[in-house]
């Protein structure tokens, strides 16, 4: 059995219809410019109270356009007609805003898998019936016991089966987003629950970066970056069931894709690859007030998530002076003020303020390789590159190191020589 995940768009539908097979399970999801259109409309009826009839005739014009298909349009049209009688009349009271999006996105997932599934001809399900998930927090956990059940029970066919991607349900019935990316998890959480042979994921690029082979560890630092086509936490259920994954281009049907498992490329090269992560600023908090202050880490960071600032880098030298740590240009002042109101207990504490970008390199092979570091600061030391802080994973996969702003991309340039 194979798994695959399709992002649907129209210009790609006759592609994605193409490499279903029988016996497969391809799971659908819709596309960012589709969620928009969407949320535009949930907008107007929650916020701006305006009619939305023109807004769901273009939004059937984009389905329509996809299928021919007389029973499809149909169903397209009562759909959206369910959706707009729920946004209108006030069928979602005392329910809130992020709940209420859930349910109608999770509608227009099915609509782009029964999209898929009237040109396939296969056994539709619905991700909502799969994925059964429990709160934690503000977030929906997916529970994997009873979600496997599930998946087991319903994805059994001699058929094609077609599923919608990115949501599940609490068990108290209410629609959930499985958070970021999450029909490419809902692909990998398929593939380990039914012991597929492998996973294929199609995007619009050449796989992962043009690189042919990646392990998982690999390809998880490469997806932490924003550059990536899904997020590293889609890897960890094949990974722990040794399925290969292999990322193909929706768009470039002859090129083999990058082939994601425990082995990884063989070309001899010590760095698998770079990333960079441009328009950040480090701001380091240093002074004598912090030496032997227990805890002084923990309220810097938790004041920066009270502020809602997510941190991208942190380096912290040894004699306890200094903390450096990177956030986005436009979250920086907010993080500054955030930090002072909370250390005014604290003597002596300073901050700089410097734009960098972080350059890491990733590879499986730095591992118990003596004189990777050296190789890589040699590397930038040669080219007169100057570098501000840096920071090393203990699992000796990969180095960040963030140097001046205006360096960074020749830095990353020099070091995918390596």
């Not at 539908?13 to 029988?22: G, K, L």
């Not at 109270?49 to 149909?74: C, H, M």
């Not at 690029?205 to 924003?226: P, Q, R, W």
Request: glycine share 8%; proline share 2%; with cysteine.
């Amino acid at each position: 059995m194979i798994v695959k995940s399709f992002v649907l768009r129209r210009e790609s539908a006759a592609r994605i219809a193409s490499e279903c097979q029988e016996g497969a399970v391809i799971v659908v999801r819709s596309e960012k410019k589709l969620e928009t259109m969407f949320r535009s409309v949930i907008r107007k009826a929650l916020v701006e109270k305006q009619p939305l009839a023109e807004d769901f005739s273009t939004i059937e014009a984009y389905f329509n356009a996809i299928s021919p298909d007389p029973v499809y349009r149909e169903r397209v049209a009562a759909t959206l007609n369910g959706l707009a009688t729920y946004l209108s009349e006030g069928m979602y009271i005392q329910t809130t805003l992020t709940s209420i999006e859930d349910y109608v996105l999770s509608k227009c997932a099915r609509l782009c898998a029964e999209a898929v599934n009237v040109t396939v001809h296969g056994v539709l399900v619905d991700s909502t019936e799969l994925m059964i998930c429990r709160s934690h927090g503000a977030r929906a956990v997916v529970d994997w016991s009873l979600s496997r059940q599930e998946i087991t029970s319903r994805c059994v066919s001699d058929k094609k089966i077609v599923v919608s991607g990115g949501y599940g349900r609490l068990e108290t019935g209410y629609v959930v987003r499985i958070g970021r990316g999450g029909a490419y998890l809902m692909t990998t959480l398929i593939a380990a629950a039914l012991g597929a042979k492998r996973v294929e994921i199609y995007v619009e690029g050449a796989g992962i970066a043009g690189v042919m082979a990646m392990t998982y560890d690999e390809a998880a630092h490469y997806c932490s970056s924003d550059l990536a086509p899904f997020p590293s936490a889609a890897l960890w259920p094949v990974k722990a069931a040794g399925i290969p994954l292999v990322v193909r281009s929706i768009m470039d049907p002859d090129f083999p894709g990058t082939i994601i498992s425990a082995f990884g490329a063989q070309d001899g090269r010590t760095v698998s690859g770079v990333l960079l992560d441009k328009d950040l600023e480090l701001i380091t908090v240093f002074g004598t007030g912090l030496l032997g202050q227990v805890g002084l880490s923990s309220t810097v960071f938790s004041a920066l998530s009270g502020a809602g600032v997510n941190v991208r880098f942190i380096s912290q030298s040894s004699s306890e002076y200094s903390l450096s740590f990177a956030v986005l240009q436009e979250d920086a002042s907010r993080a500054v003020e955030a930090i002072v109101a909370h250390t005014g207990d604290y003597e002596d504490v300073m901050m700089l303020r410097r734009t960098v970008g972080i350059v890491t390199v990733y590879g499986d092979r730095m591992k118990n390789v003596p004189g990777t570091s050296g190789k890589v600061y040699g590397a930038l030391g040669e080219a007169g590159i100057s570098i501000v802080a840096a920071a090393q994973g203990g699992e000796e996969l990969s180095i960040s190191m963030a140097v001046d702003a205006s360096a960074a991309s020749r830095a990353a340039d020099i070091l995918r020589t390596l």
